[in-house]
């Protein structure tokens, strides 16, 4: 098993923002889920984890965000270390107030409110400087504005995305936790997504860890990835190798020498044999 | 809109009646005929019309009987219409303050999921304190006050011993420990304060208003009533306000829809359901004292909390505009119902008329009212 290297983003010595220790998680007090899971994250990095079905990223985003307790998971070893500071124990809201919020997979919106109201409620932890960060992001999603009146839960689902990651913004983090962005999304608008996401990176200096299935994407836009395979990181590296990697190109990509593969066609038992052994 | 939004979709359970009870026009077709049948009968309008005999004959005597018996007195009722708008208004009046106690359930229900048992005994409870803080001398705009913090302390005490350990519990669970509450909270102001009925100090205005003459009737409105309402209606008011313009209101309204993401922007759900629970005692308080007034305060108040059950299943549980028209209906339907068919029935209608409202709308229309709007994308 690889360990995570302590030399991450584009090589240049950035500063470390996050770092995952080695994290056991588990729900329900008998499910193992997260079996010893390091990842590092440095300032203005975007980091993508990767992973089929069940791999345990949105587990591993939740046990940074802390939102693990609200569905009975644990962090049981390990630790979890935000600009120096460990925060596994800390509540959701402690963890906005520093800065680290997450975007959850399925967008989850609040339907029932409008998309200004749900920008709004981004800001919850803030008292000042509201109406700037409402420009700011009206200025990176013009169509939010467009339906700023409209109840969340008629607008279209990429519109949901960006209202969901607009209400991020609103908290004015320096970490964003991103699920699975692209879920349920046409290519165009996938792209569009990661699009913004890249310039808000790049403009507001917002860290990113980007959860996804979208092996592809992903790592087109990451500097550097993980992947995580049945609760372990397998294989790490800066994006641009993995993208390169004939196992990462025919397991996650579909591509192999023979050309497209179904993903399907990939049997279990070969990848574990190749990564672990 | 354009084509990639959405439509929306109606909640809840069907009835196997849905088809047709669905639809208004099955309901107006219903209206119209029951009216056309009785009208021709009872006011004799087409008396010696060979169809309206045929039909009479088909539907028998039976039928046209009943009828007749239930919607003569309400025809005869508004045919008074001085005395009909006032007793409509003091349904309505009354209705405000269903409304009232059917909010704080409503409140509690959005933003924790849980059916507060124990509002009605918060009812009795929380002007239990107030009246009892009196009775120690003190003075009555100081004891409201105190009553309000006893009030906030409760929500947090509430929140520090039970709904904190019950995250994440069945609705079933949440609501047998608003049972036990109720239980305790009983007991507890029973052994603070006493059982015997207490009166209330205030110096509420009594005696009626003249309000219009329709005829040789002289429309007259209770003083209590009217301010009770005034109040009510100004809380109600506010209570709007506070949940579509204010930041914490905005906050409920997020907990409400979605728990999980409410949390992940931030919100403290700890904070939220102490600031609910405070509005539902501070609403409770309110309730009492007007309720208590007339009657004194004592055990019974724990029962209006049963009148705002009707209101819920009527007005739909998640709804705020729900239970604020229900209340008024209710309020209003009871009173209709106590005056028309009171004397025939032996009276004591108002007492149930209620609940039996609340089970034709369980079979017509489950989700309510206003029963929220889930919304569906395609
Ligand atoms: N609340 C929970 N209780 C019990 N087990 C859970 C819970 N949430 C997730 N799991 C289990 O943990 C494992 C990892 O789930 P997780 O959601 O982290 O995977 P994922 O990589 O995000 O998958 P996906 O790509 O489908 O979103 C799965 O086997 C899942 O069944
Ligand atoms: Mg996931």
Known sequence: MSEASTSTGNGDAKQLLLAVNNIEVIYDHVILVLKGVSLEVPEGGIVALLGANGAGKTTTLKAVSNLLGAERGDVTKGNILYKGEEVQNLDPNQLVKRGVIQVMEGRHCFEHLTVEENLLTGAYTRRSGINDSLELVYSYFPRLKDRRTSLAGYISGGEQQMCAIGRALMSNPSTMLLDEPSMGLAPQLVEEIFERVKKLNEEQGVSILLAEQNTNMALKYAHYGYILESGRVVMDGDAKDLAENEDVKEFYLGISSEGRRSFRDVKHYKRRKRWLA | ?378
């Open chain 2, 1 to 378: 809109m354009t084509a990639e939004a959405s439509t929306a979709g109606e909640a809840g359970a069907r009835s196997p009646l849905s088809g047709l009870t669905g639809k208004w026009w099955f309901w107006a077709a219903v209206i119209v005929a029951v009216f056309a049948i009785v009208g021709l009968d009872v006011w004799g309008l087409d008396e010696d019309a060979e169809n309206h005999k045929a039909i009479l004959s088909f539907l028998g005597d039976g039928l046209v009987g009943f009828l007749k018996a239930v919607t003569e007195p309400v025809a005869l009722f508004w045919l008074k219409l001085g005395f009909a708008i006032e007793t409509s208004m003091t349904g309505l009046l009354v209705g405000v303050l269903y409304s009232l106690v059917a909010l704080g359930f409503v409140l509690i229900y959005k933003a924790s999921g849980m059916f507060n048992y124990s509002q009605g005994v918060m009812v009795l409870f929380a002007a239990l304190t107030f009246v009892g803080l009196t009775e120690y001398g003190i003075p009555v705009i100081l004891a409201l006050v105190m009553a309000v913090g006893v009030m906030i302390l409760f929500a947090i005490v509430v929140e520090f011993l039970i709904l904190r350990h019950l995250v994440n519990q069945e609705q079933i669970i949440l609501f047998m420990a608003t049972i036990g509450l109720a239980f305790f909270l009983e007991g507890f102001g029973d052994t603070i304060w006493g059982s015997n009925v207490k009166k209330i100090p205030l110096d509420l205005p009594s005696g009626a208003m003249d309000w219009l003459t329709i005829g040789d009737w002289n429309v007259q409105v209770q003083w209590l009533d009217i301010s009770a309402a005034a109040t009510g209606a100004v809380m109600v008011v506010a209570l709007a306000v506070f949940f579509n313009k204010t930041r914490i209101g905005r906050a409920l309204r997020a907990v409400a829809d979605d728990h999980q993401a409410a949390l992940s922007v931030g919100i403290n759900l700890r904070t939220i359901w102490i600031i609910v629970w405070s509005v539902a005692g501070i609403v409770a308080l309110f309730a009492g004292i007007v309720w208590g007034a007339p009657s004194g305060v004592q055990f019974s108040l724990s029962l209006i909390a049963l009148k705002a059950l009707p209101v819920l299943l009527i007005g739909g549980f998640e709804s705020i505009p729900g239970a604020i028209v229900a209340g008024l209906i209710v309020g209003f339907g009871e009173k209709i119902a106590e005056v028309s068919w009171g004397d025939s029935l032996g009276g004591g209608i108002e007492n149930w008329f209620a609940f039996m409202l609340a089970m034709v709308f369980l079979v017509i229309r489950p989700q309510g009212l206003f029963g929220e709007k889930i919304i569906e994308r395609v």
